[in-house]
């Protein structure tokens, strides 16, 4: 049974690319194109592992990311920051909100694919 993995970016494109490298790995896929689209997919589904950016409109990711830790059935999902964020206030900020990993963009699809293999529990 593939696992299946939230893609949360505002950007079309970039969710087009995330969703293309997971699905090319075996994965299933489920996108919102912001935190708050995002926080609906959050319906009791089993997900194993979200992708998120940090800059949208509606809910930001970091924000997403409080809001999906206080769900009890989704307090342990791993999150990986996908993001032109660079600045180390922002990751850590992102890290005490629960996201487990950061990657900035522009970035290879090996380092999310490796990334995701790390996190994704079954």
Known sequence: ??????????????????RMSLQGA???VVEADDGSTALTKLDGRKLHLA??????PKLDGIS??????????YRFLPVIML?????E????EGKAAGAKA???KPFQPSQLLDAVAKLCLP
């Open 64 to 73: 997403f990311v409080k809001q999906a830790r206080a769900k009890a059935e």
């Open 51 to 56: 992708v998120c950016d940090v800059n949208m």
């Open 89 to 92: 206030s922002k990751k850590l």
């Open 102 to 104: 950061w990657i900035t």
């Open 83 to 87: 993001t032109t964020e660079s600045q």
């Open 26 to 28: 075996g994965y299933d």
């Open 1 to 18: 049974m593939p696992k299946t993995i939230l893609v949360i970016d505002d950007s079309a494109s970039l969710r087009q690319l995330v």
